[in-house]
């Protein structure tokens, strides 16, 4: 039976049938997911081997009077309260009413009224209704003001019309930590228009292995740079401490996040970082000594572990070196519900966390059960009165040199509806020139950048016209997707900033993403690369890019093939193992995820029309580029194909002698771990199975027959040879294909995080019964949804997409922390179904309901 993977391994026949009968029984309830503890004692924290820090915001006594005023008069109901931020999208300002809760933010996907492009009056409305609602007289006597956090990492760019700078990566090709301070005050201002004072950045991760899915988050692997840009951006966003400036109404609180170690995890998002204590100092620790220097008055707290033990339940890291050694007087805040995965706690109670140094938790969903477990905890003595009152005294001191009692309501503040700055022509100037500096020059085969804007230019590649794709994760959506350019009203493409630039020197500019063209152009720029991703979700097992998929590698060799001159310009969130393409290519730029001034692009691709150089490339790698798939880290061996800091300028000689193309994997690593039949092929340790009562038949390739007949699989074509499989279920009887694996694989993150499984398909003969579709996992284990419907109102001959939540499977019965089978459809009837592209989809929040 399955469950039992030696079994399975063996072969497996047996498998398949014990997953059918297991489908088509009655279904056990839901298994709840094991949490993996770490082992071994918790390292302990030395604070004496940590720099010293002297803050510049100098002891201020008649502050702390008021703090102490304030605390005086305040409940303890508020008191909790301060300690508890809940997500606009489960907290109404009439809760506040009832719950004096002392922050609120907006997750990735959170936007008021639940429009992803709701206009910046909404925003604005929404703040001013949650202060109000904070302030209101009410039987409490001394109400304390709400504050509101976002995440303004790359500019304001949950906000539609916001402007969208280059993620992190690409700032850090930049190396100019004055042009920092330029965007953390730029951002800052889009911040404030819309009435909101607090930014959850910037991250301060120095990521030692690109496989993580935050890489782009970072600036750079050298922690020397990170360090010049923490103070830098913290300057930008804050003000500089002991000005009028600092925290006046054009600057919003920073949060250096994610403290600590985030960037150390070895390319696993939210995961354990092993280092010893100095290195974690000299790496992740880097950035935020300055940082704290320069005024940072919150920091968020890492979702990571350091040596097994979460951040969150760190007492040394949070107090002992960040309080007490230096001498922050701000307050911590958690991550999205990251208390909840410390041992003993849960989303709505941890304490535990308290005692660490968390000063405020992070409670998305659970904020009202967090704050009465709090408020109890309280009360029994469980959390002490002096470390509830050192957390408020924390946040009110915030609060005040925010101005927060000052100021007043959001929408009376005084950039606050100035919807004119948000993508201002300034601020899309700073953002264009960061484009600039960011590009990095890989090669320049015979000096063919700069080009002439005269010419015939073809422009090809799925990110040539895509703004969503060259911002990448957090723009407009947590995970980047769901949007197009229409979404940008003042973005341009990179397409849009070549083409004007041509056709103002009387060139010609074409677009064609396939790359087919009626006349011959004198040079192609091919724009593709990366689609956005964020956190876990961009976690990668290898540094292949695009495994199992060549068409923009195809693209280059027909365009190659043609004698056409080749630019590539890659857009990704970290370095990437792209030998072929760099062979293909005539030059190649690492353009990073530049944002919405696609123009930037152009300004150093092209000269003047007079032939002088515009712009030369000066942008240098903020990490080292890898010479094999399994070059990801600062740690694993052999000398990268580019080291950190490399950058080619025009001048330069940029030829580059052929690169190896094998991979050095086997062939079936570099497929996508997210994909289970992809282009004609099962993904890594995945294949396909047919199961009647009559027997199970392991089908490696999807090609075959049940033993009694009832189900065949042939190959058909959707967009290439052989890479879909057409299904057909005779009627005579219960039959089930499926993927399955030799080991089982844990989705109990993607569950979480809003992912489904997706796949395209064709009905060819709609079903004559019930259709299910299932998730297994091992003997008499797994859940199933009804597509029957779905697959009926299916116009006939048509490739249409199915997303189905996993969390559909896992309500059915799926114990999605043990997935053997992630696909199995079953009939009884007569079905003749097409079906490809078999994967995990993310970015699917308001997916689909569970049955069709
Ligand atoms: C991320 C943080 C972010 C927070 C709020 C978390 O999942 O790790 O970086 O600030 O969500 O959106
Ligand atoms: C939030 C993220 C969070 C995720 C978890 C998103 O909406 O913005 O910060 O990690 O949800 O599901």
């Known amino acids: 039976m399955r469950g039992d993977k030696s079994d399975h391994s063996k072969g497996g026949v047996g498998a398949p049938f014990a997953l059918l009968a297991a489908l088509a029984v009655a279904l056990p309830g839901l298994l709840a997911p094991a949490r993996v503890q770490?082992?071994?004692?918790?390292?302990?924290?030395?604070?004496?081997?940590?720099?010293?820090?002297?803050?510049?915001?100098?002891p201020d006594p008649a502050l702390e009077?008021?703090?102490?005023?304030?605390?005086?008069?305040m409940t303890l109901e508020q008191k909790v309260g301060q300690l508890i931020q809940g997500d606009i999208s489960t907290l109404t300002p009439a809760d506040l009413r009832q719950y004096p809760l002392g922050s609120v933010l907006n997750g990735g996907n959170s936007k008021p009224d639940g429009n992803t492009l709701a206009p910046p009056s909404a925003w604005l409305s929404l703040a001013n209704r949650y202060y109000l609602a904070s302030m209101a007289p009410s039987p409490i006597p001394h109400p304390v003001p709400e504050f509101w956090g976002i995440d303004a990492v790359h500019g304001n760019n949950d906000v539609y019309g916001a402007t969208i700078f280059p993620q992190n990566v690409g700032l850090g090709a930049a190396h100019d930590p004055a042009l920092m301070r330029l965007i953390g005050a730029a951002t800052a201002e889009e911040v404030r228009v819309i009435g909101l004072?607090?930014?959850?950045g910037p991250t301060l991760a120095v990521v030692s292995d690109n496989r993580w899915g935050r890489s782009y988050e970072s600036y750079s692997a050298d922690p020397a740079l990170v360090r010049r840009y923490a103070r830098a951006m913290v300057l930008g966003l804050q003000g500089r401490p002991g000005t009028p400036q600092f925290l006046?109404?054009?600057h919003v609180i920073?949060?250096?996040k994610h403290y600590l170690g985030d960037g150390g995890t070895r390319g696993v998002d939210q995961g354990d970082n092993t280092e010893s204590e100095i290195q974690l100092r000299d790496s992740d620790g880097a950035g935020y000594p300055v940082a704290v220097a320069a005024?940072?008055?919150s920091v968020m707290v890492s979702f990571s572990s350091w040596r097994g033990v979460k951040m969150a339940a760190n007492y040394g890291l949070l107090t002992e070196v960040l309080k007490d050694r230096w001498h922050f007087d701000g307050f911590t805040v958690g991550d999205w519900n990251a208390h909840g995965q410390v041992p003993g706690c849960t989303d709505a109670s941890c304490p535990q966390a308290v005692d660490a140094g968390l000063d405020?938790?992070?409670?998305?969903?659970?904020?009202?059960?967090?704050?009465s477990n709090t408020l109890e905890q309280v009360r029994s003595g469980r959390i002490p009165r002096p470390r509830l009152d050192d957390a408020v005294r924390r946040i009110l001191r915030v609060k005040l040199r925010d101005r927060l009692f000052e100021e007043g309501p959001p929408a009376s503040r005084p950039l606050a509806g100035r919807f004119d700055l948000l993508g201002s022509p300034q601020h899309r100037a700073i953002a264009r020139r960061a484009v600039r500096e960011s590009l990095v020059l890989l090669k320049n085969e015979d000096h063919l950048l700069p080009l002439k804007p005269q010419e015939r230019v073809l422009v090809a590649g799925d990110g040539a016209d895509d703004i969503p794709m060259q911002s990448g994760g957090w723009t407009l959506t947590w995970q980047g997707t769901g949007t197009t350019n229409k979404d940008f009203p003042h973005g341009e493409s990179i397409w849009q900033g070549i083409a004007q630039t041509v056709r103002a020197a009387g060139g010609e500019a074409n677009l064609s993403p396939d790359g087919t063209f009626k006349q011959r152009p004198d040079v192609a720029i091919v724009v593709y690369g990366e689609k956005p991703y964020a956190e876990f979700q961009g976690d990668v097992p290898n540094l292949a890019f695009s495994p199992g998929d060549d068409s923009d590698l195809e693209l280059l060799r027909r365009l190659r093939a043609a004698g056409i001159p080749i630019v590539s310009v890659f857009l990704s969130g970290r370095p990437l193992w792209v030998n072929p393409e760099l062979n293909a290519s005539n030059a190649f730029v690492a353009a990073w995820l530049p944002g919405s001034e696609g123009e930037g692009v152009a300004d150093v691709l092209f000269r003047k029309p007079d032939g002088a150089v515009r712009y030369d490339f000066r942008g240098t790698l903020p990490f080292s580029w890898p010479r094999t798939p399994l070059q990801f880290g600062s740690d694993t061996a052999g000398r990268p194909l580019f080291a950190l800091g490399y950058g080619l300028r025009d001048a330069s000689n940029g030829?580059?002698?052929?690169?190896?193309?094998?991979?050095g994997l086997p062939s079936a690593a570099l497929v996508d771990n997210r994909a289970f039949f992809v282009a004609g092929r099962t993904g890594s340790g995945w294949h396909w199975a047919v199961a009647d009562d009559a027997g199970a038949t392991p089908l490696p390739r999807g090609l075959g027959a049940s033993d009694s007949g009832r189900l065949t699989l042939t190959a058909i074509d959707k967009t290439r040879q052989e890479d879909s499989r057409r299904l057909r279920w005779s009627g005579t009887g219960q039959s089930l294909a499926e993927i399955s694996g030799a080991t089982p694989i844990d989705l109990t993150r993607q569950t979480n995080g809003q992912m489904a499984l997706g796949f395209d398909y064709r009905v060819e003969e709609a079903p004559s019964a019930a259709v299910t579709l299932g998730m297994g996992c091992g003997a008499s284990c797994g859940g199933t949804v009804a597509i029957t419907a779905v697959l009926r109102a299916a116009a006939h001959g048509q490739w249409r997409h199915l997303d189905i939540p996993l969390a559909c499977f896992a309500a059915a019965g799926e114990n999605v922390s043990r997935v053997w089978t992630p696909f199995a459809l079953q009939t009884a009837g007569r079905l003749t179904l097409a079906i490809t592209n078999i994967r995990l989809e993310s970015g699917t929040a308001g997916a689909a309901a569970c049955g069709h």
Not at 655 to 663: G, Q
């Open 65 to 73: 009077r008021k703090v102490n005023a304030l605390l005086a008069g």
């Open 655 to 663: 030829n580059l002698t052929p690169l190896a193309e094998t991979s």
């Open 197 to 200: 004072d607090w930014t959850f």
């Open 295 to 297: 005024g940072a008055q």
């Open 248 to 250: 006046d109404a054009r």
């Open 254 to 256: 920073a949060t250096p």
């Open 360 to 371: 405020m938790f992070m409670a998305p969903t659970d904020w009202k059960q967090l704050y």
């Open 38 to 58: 770490a082992a071994g004692p918790p390292a302990a924290i030395h604070p004496g081997i940590w720099p010293q820090v002297r803050p510049q915001l100098p």
